[in-house]
């Protein structure tokens, strides 16, 4: 057999190329895992938080699944968090810096937000395909997946069934409340820790008016704990889940 030597080209010096394109087959690009009836009429997206392996989230899209006979949708973030095990959203080093510095964050529009929401709604897209309308969809996230499951779920093309913020934040005000304006919104589950640590309690409060001033039905889940998805927070969201878009639905 005779081998034919490779001819390697050297390198020329080319500008940088821009990012791809989110790719919307396949989930917007992402990793996913399902949980749940291959057949069903409903589905539950979760989002982790930051930091966390993309699998995070998959013990309660189980029981959420088992609870709804939904389809549970666990997307991975699409960056490798700086602690070398987790995935992030999008980096979270400026957003950290400013807010240490003392400056109000609500109304700001972290850089890779934009970019994850369109993956994310690329999600949306093939569930669609797969004959579950956006209406019959709830996105669901915690912390960080909580912020982007509020830019997701207010800025998609088509309503959702419902949206959860999960000891999420208020950020993006003026973006937010200009997407409500053009098509309304969902109803919305906000739960929040009295004593969260990570992101405060009274974020999660102005999130709250912000919805309610423009009528956006929003039910409140507080409780006495830190940066954490409780019990009482997982049997809510079931509910919600239900009323929704699951069985009480149907």
Do not use: K
């Amino acid at each position: 057999m005779t081998l034919t030597a490779c001819t390697v080209e050297p390198e020329v010096s080319r500008p940088p190329e821009p990012p791809p394109p989110v790719v919307d087959s396949g989930w917007g690009g992402l990793d996913v895992v399902t949980r749940g009836p291959d057949d069903a009429a409903c589905a539950v997206v979760l989002l982790h938080g930051y930091g966390a392996r993309g699998d995070d989230l998959v013990p309660l899209g189980m029981t959420l699944a088992r609870a709804s006979d939904c389809l549970a949708v666990v997307p991975a973030g699409p960056e490798p968090a700086p602690n070398g095990s987790g995935r992030q959203w999008w980096p979270l080093d400026d957003w950290r810096r400013r807010r240490a510095a003392g400056e109000d964050l609500t109304n700001a529009v972290p850089e890779g937000l934009e970019d994850a929401s369109r993956r994310v709604q690329g999600v949306f897209r093939t569930l669609d395909r797969r004959g579950i309308p956006p209406s019959r969809v709830v996105v669901a996230g915690f912390s960080q997946g909580a912020m982007l499951a509020t830019e997701a779920g207010l800025t998609a093309a088509r309503p959702l069934g419902g949206i959860a913020v999960l000891s999420g934040t208020l950020l993006a005000r003026d973006r937010w409340r200009a997407a409500i304006a053009r098509h309304g919104a969902p109803p919305v589950l906000v739960s929040h820790g009295r004593q969260d640590p990570v992101l405060a309690f009274a974020r999660a409060e102005q999130l709250r008016a912000l919805l309610r001033e423009a009528e956006v039905p929003v039910e409140a889940v507080d409780f006495d704990g830190g940066h954490t998805i409780p019990p009482t927070v997982r049997d809510r969201l079931t509910r919600f889940v239900n009323e929704h878009v699951g069985r009480s639905v149907r």
